[in-house]
């Protein structure tokens, strides 16, 4: 079926952020960024963050918001391109407005990534 907005009175906003660093993101550190970026988007915490291992896939965690939440994944290095970096994406969705660029800087500020890139998803 084509999409259309389904619940137009309901504020969703959503955006990606995802980069490469010079070393996989660790549990402890997602959970810590998942915290301080509730903070920078005044979100407020229901429960968590939680993170956990996916083995030699990398680590993932969440967080959930009174007003939504946000997924964090973390990937090791992958393939056999000598150049290949870990990864990080970060997926977020609220009802409630924030700052994407806010949300952004502050990503870029607290992981020093090689590279950082962020899309908002419009519904």
């Known amino acids: ?28 550190q997602i ?4 915290l301080e970026l509730a903070a920078v988007t005044k979100m407020e915490v229901l429960s968590g963050p939680y993170a956990y291992s996916a083995h030699e896939m990398g680590y993932g965690g969440w967080i959930h918001w009174k007003s939504s939440g946000a997924h964090f994944y973390s990937y090791p290095a992958m393939g056999k391109n000598p150049d290949a970096k870990p990864f990080f994406s970060v997926d977020f969705y609220t009802c409630k407005p924030f700052s994407c660029h806010e949300a952004a800087e502050f990503t ?14 419009k519904v």
């Open 1 to 28: 079926m084509k999409w259309r907005n389904l619940a137009p009175a309901l504020v969703r906003q959503r955006v990606i952020i995802e980069g490469t660093t010079q070393s996989i993101v660790e549990p402890e």
């Open 31 to 34: 959970k810590k960024y998942l």
């Open 108 to 121: 870029r500020k607290f992981f020093s990534p090689i590279e950082i890139v962020w899309k908002e998803i």
